[in-house]
């Protein structure tokens, strides 16, 4: 009889409360495995100074109203620090070249309960004692900090309360995987598979409907809590096929050697098919058709701009033809955004079977993987209606 693991199954609790980047600072945390990520982000940097642009600056600033910015999904590493940086000297630019005092800033980190929190807050600057001081040197910071634990699909602000609102390289993850993709009884069981890439119609069709259904959510929550005037710069993976059966780069990280490492559990009996089946990863790359339709049907926001931005490779290495490093860097990639949930599904030492095969599978496949692993993000700028 294979060993059960951990009998915990992911969809029977909240996902909010076990979803989250790999913490901490080791080999496999997100924290050292999220270059790609800030490659990517600075890649389109010229597009969110274009989104702040719309932004409408208080005229002159109060002083007892600061300017709000709200990073959603920052997760823990210093890729939010940043972009957070970035945004708060675009913004104090444009109020001196207005001729007017730039207002104090308040920067709101959010993401999950289970995000570590305290990783990122080790990683702040200490706060200068000037915005003089700030903008001179790197060491210091020039915004108020906080934190906000919650799901970015509810409310995480009061009403009127954010002027610009930031989210990077989340939205892809689904607030549930779809009920249906666990019921045997249902078309949409995703049998056999822990992804979505090259799935059924009907699963897809399944994982397409909660994409929009909590996209909807995110956009219904914004328009409460943005301040008139204010704009927001979306960025999530997104895909050139019309097919959602066809993931396109998340399909080649999670659909093929990571998928593989889980039938190699199962057919050396280390697990069941059943406890492959009922894992899912709830991540959707979607068209950008698909996300111009829930944003055009929410009415709350004018599209400044809303394209497919290709990112280029998750993996990050030294060596391309080394193997054994595009293996490792698979394997950590995959870890790193997702080891957390299979923590919880299967237990830490099967976790780390699982991982080895990643590992040794990509090994064997690595020219491929440098070829042909490719990430394309929908980047979507948008100011209030």
């Given at each position: ?65 600061p300017f709000a910015l709200a990073d959603l999904g920052c997760s823990c590493g210093n890729n939010t620090l940043y972009i957070v940086d970035v945004i708060i000297k675009h913004i104090t630019k444009r109020y001196e ?254 976790s780390e079977e699982l991982f080895k095969r990643v590992e040794r599978r990509g090994s064997c496949y690595a020219k491929e993987l440098i070829e042909q692993l490719q990430f394309f993000h929908i980047v979507a700028s948008l100011s209030f209606a």
């Open positions: 009889m294979a060993p059960k693991g951990n009998d915990v199954i992911v969809s029977d609790r909240k996902l909010e409360m076990i979803l989250s980047m790999k913490g901490g600072s080791g080999e496999a945390s997100y924290a050292n495995n999220s270059q790609a990520q800030a490659i990517h982000a600075q890649s389109m940097l010229h597009l969110l100074r274009e989104t702040l642009d719309n932004i409408q600056l208080m005229e002159p600033p109060s002083e007892t109203i070249a207005s001729g007017y005092e730039p207002p104090e800033f308040s920067a709101f980190f959010s993401d999950l309960p289970s995000n570590d929190f305290n990783t990122l807050f080790q990683l702040l600057p200490p706060i200068g004692s000037s915005m003089e001081e700030c903008l001179a040197s790197d060491t210091h910071r020039s915004y108020f900090a906080a934190g906000v634990p919650g799901s970015f699909y509810r409310r995480l602000f009061p009403t009127r309360s954010i002027d610009f609102f930031h989210s990077a390289f989340s939205l892809h993850w689904l607030s549930q995987v779809p009920e249906s993709a666990l019921d045997k009884r249902s078309m949409a069981y995703n049998e056999g598979k822990v992804y979505i890439h090259g799935a059924n119609e009907h699963t897809a069709n399944a994982y397409k409907k909660q994409f929009q259904t909590d996209l909807a959510a995110f956009l219904g929550a914004r328009s409460k809590e943005m301040k008139r005037g204010g704009s927001m710069f979306l960025v999530c993976l997104g895909r050139t096929s019309a097919d959602p059966t066809d993931q396109g780069g998340p399909g080649i990280l999670f659909g093929t050697h990571f998928q593989d490492a889980w039938n190699d559990l199962v057919q050396e009996g280390l697990i069941t098919s059943e406890k492959r089946d009922s894992f899912n990863i709830p991540v959707y790359a979607s068209s950008l058709q698909e996300f111009k339709e829930v944003v055009e049907a929410n009415g709350s926001f004018v599209i400044n701009n809303l394209e497919v931005f290709k990112g280029g490779s998750p993996l990050v290495v030294k060596q391309p033809d080394d193997a054994a490093e595009v293996g490792q860097a698979l394997a950590n990639s995959c870890r790193s955004v997702a080891g957390v949930l299979v923590d919880a599904h299967i237990g830490d030492q099967l």
